[in-house]
């Protein structure tokens, strides 16, 4: 197939799955086109089979606000003609999936199919602001064909803008020999010189986040038992962060490494990963932890159940619930079967359920569905 991919070049968690599903399609034989602002960070080198093409988007003075949306669909134009793709395959509604319906309805051709998938915030957040609501219950509506990468997610979606079309849930997945124990070294010393036990979040530091969580659970774990803390990213909150950690008196033990391209190396150094989100449709990074064998300590909140198994593979507790989440760290860090058992079934789980061997293939398989309704 030929395949346009729609998505956001950022470190967000949908740019990584559209980048990675981009990856593992062309190296089943399909040729993709990214159309993005900007290369995703993980296509930065050559892939056989995969062509970035970026939108350029015009300024002039009576533009307060650029049309990216337009010229996006414009550029959707130009490489489905080009390059004569079969389907255009949106991450993130907003505004991905509007541009797509356009450039289909210039193009003027029933064979050009859709696909949008909807990955969390546009839907939970920025789908259910009223200046976007109209516009993505439409768009929703009118693509050939919709996933979501939770149950949660197909189900508030359908709830919040009255759907009654189908919407396939197709997991987030991980490449699980990538994200492995076994082909990442990290050498721990360079962290924790005297053997403390290292805790890890990583994410784009938005108040959805709740990163001032994560330092606050350190705080009180480092009261007990000696820790680092790996802060992984970059976003509007760090300078929150950074402020709390010194009026903790945390700085000597909570380092903050910016953005990274592959977190992989550093997972295999964390001994427990947190993910105390306010919402999250699913929680990628959370299922990342658990493929390097990493248990995961987090919230109850939207899909993450989904990934991470209560008691199990990791521990979720009530949003905010900050002494609770301390305490069960305490517990898994404090108890060597308790913690190996956790340990090995966070990477069975990510290899029984979420492994891209077995993700990427239901979306081909969607794809080709929805071609084969022609
Ligand atoms: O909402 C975001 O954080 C951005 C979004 C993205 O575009 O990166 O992340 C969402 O998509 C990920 C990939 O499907 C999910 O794993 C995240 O849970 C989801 N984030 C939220 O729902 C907060």
Do not use: W
């Not at 968690?13 to 599903?21: H, K, M, R």
């Not at 359908?158 to 849930?169: L, W």
């Amino acid at each position: 197939m030929n395949i346009g991919i729609v998505c956001y070049p950022t470190h967000g968690g949908s740019g990584v799955i559209a980048s990675e599903l981009a990856l593992g399609l062309s190296q089943r034989g399909h040729e993709i086109h990214i159309i993005s602002y900007a290369t995703p960070f993980r296509l930065a080198s050559f892939h056989q089979n995969v062509f970035i093409h970026e939108v350029e988007v015009s300024s002039y003075p009576l533009f307060k606000y650029p049309p990216y949306a337009l010229s996006l669909a414009t550029k959707l134009v130009e490489v489905s003609k080009q390059y004569g793709l079969d389907l255009i395959h949106s991450h993130y509604a907003v505004p991905h999936a509007a541009s797509a319906y356009l450039a289909k309805q210039m193009i003027g051709s029933e064979k050009l199919k859709t696909v949008t998938t909807l990955h969390g915030t546009d839907i939970t957040l920025v789908g259910l602001d009223k200046s976007f609501y109209q516009m993505i219950k439409f768009n929703i509506e009118e693509s050939d064909g919709v996933t979501a990468v939770s149950q949660y997610l197909q189900k508030r979606t359908q709830e919040e803008f009255a759907i009654q079309r189908e919407i396939r849930v197709i997991h987030n997945f991980v490449d699980t020999e990538r994200y492995s124990r076994s082909a990442n070294n990290c050498t721990k010393d360079h962290f924790a010189p005297n053997g403390e036990k290292i805790l890890m979040h990583a994410s784009n530091f938005r108040p959805v986040k709740r990163v001032t969580d994560v330092v606050r659970i350190f705080a009180k774990i480092r009261e007990q038992i000696p820790v680092k803390l790996l802060l992984v990213g970059e976003g509007p909150e760090r300078l929150f962060v950074q402020q709390l950690v010194k009026e903790l008196k945390l700085s000597e033990d909570v380092l903050f490494l910016g953005e990274q391209e592959y977190i992989a190396q550093l997972m295999n150094c964390a001994d427990l990963f947190f993910l105390p989100s306010e919402q999250e449709s699913f929680g990628l990074v959370a299922l990342e932890a658990q493929s390097c064998g990493v248990p995961v300590i987090g919230a109850t909140t939207g899909g993450l159940p989904e990934v991470v198994e209560n008691g199990k593979t990791g521990f979720l507790l009530p949003v905010g619930d900050i002494a609770g989440m301390a305490q069960r760290s305490l517990e898994l860090l404090s108890k060597d079967d308790l913690y190996e058992s956790f340990q090995k079934e966070a990477r069975k789980r990510a290899l029984d359920y979420f492994d891209s061997k077995s993700i990427i293939p239901q979306y081909e398989a969607f794809y080709e569905e929805i071609l084969n309704k022609r």
